[in-house]
T-cell receptor, first 116, second 115 residues
Framework: AQKITQTQPGMFVQEKEAVTLDCTYD???????LFWYKQPSSGEMIFLIY??????QNATEGRYSLNFQKARKSANLVISASQLGDSAMYFC?????????????FGAGTTVTVRA | KAGVTQTPRYLIKTRGQQVTLSCSPI?????VSWYQQTPGQGLQFLFE???????NKGNFPGRFSGRQFSNSRSEMNVSTLELGDSALYLC??????????????FGEGSRLTVL
């Protein structure tokens, strides 16, 4: 079974608008971490935001926020005020177990295209 | 602070050959992980090294191997290349600063084409 599911292969968003990228996960661990990474065409994976399973508040990092719904096992990424430079592939990922276990499971990704 | 450096960035090999990819982590990081990215399979974990020891291994055949040196630099090797090994190979490092989150810092990858 897929550990991370991203159901949106591609999305278009108008510049300055907000966009929500969906991510659901599957784990039986009580301790886990959820990540979002951005991959521009250059190939480098850029860390955006992190949410721990025990964090009670939704994580925010600048224009990025993570809508964490633990009971639904979802961790959606919200990008506010989209910019042309936000056009990239976005990956949701999960780390199961302790924080010193650096093995991540990634979703298939969502391609975001920002229109001027 | 220099990021994760991977070399070479691009390479072309033929079936049956072997290839070695190199990764220099961020200074002070002792963990190095490798991932394979293909259009069909997405991002898949290969292995992770910490202080020269392999701590974790993904579900890849024995043709894929790696090692880590005392300066934390890592290499991965793929022997007897197959067409399906064509992929972007990403290296990631992590250190004590990211201990609470397990955040990985990725390089730009080595794009391997097997003909």
């Amino acid at each position: 079974a897929q550990k991370i599911t991203q159901t949106q292969p591609g999305m278009f968003v108008q510049e300055k608008e907000a966009v929500t990228l969906d991510c659901t996960y599957d784990t039986s661990d009580q301790s886990y971490g959820l990540f979002w990474y951005k991959q521009p065409s250059s190939g480098e994976m850029i860390f955006l935001i992190y949410q721990g399973s025990y964090d009670e508040q939704n994580a925010t990092e600048g224009r990025y926020s993570l809508n964490f719904q633990k009971a639904r096992k979802s961790a959606n990424l919200v990008i506010s005020a989209s910019q042309l430079g936000d056009s990239a592939m976005y990956f949701c990922a999960m780390r199961e177990g302790p924080s010193n276990d650096y093995k991540l499971s990634f979703g298939a990704g969502t391609t975001v295209t920002v229109r001027a | 602070k220099a990021g994760v450096t991977q070399t070479p960035r691009y390479l072309i090999k033929t079936r049956g050959q072997q290839v070695t990819l190199s990764c220099s982590p961020i200074s002070g990081h002792r963990s190095v992980s490798w991932y394979q990215q293909t259009p069909g399979q997405g991002l898949q974990f290969l292995f992770e090294y910490f202080s020269e020891t392999q701590r974790n291994k993904g579900n890849f055949p024995g043709r894929f191997s790696g090692r880590q040196f005392s300066n934390s630099r890592s290499e991965m090797n793929v022997s007897t290349l197959e067409l399906g090994d064509s992929a972007l190979y990403l290296c990631a490092s992590s250190g004590t600063a990211s201990k609470m989150t397990g955040e990985l810092f990725f390089g730009e990858g080595s794009r391997l084409t097997v003909l």
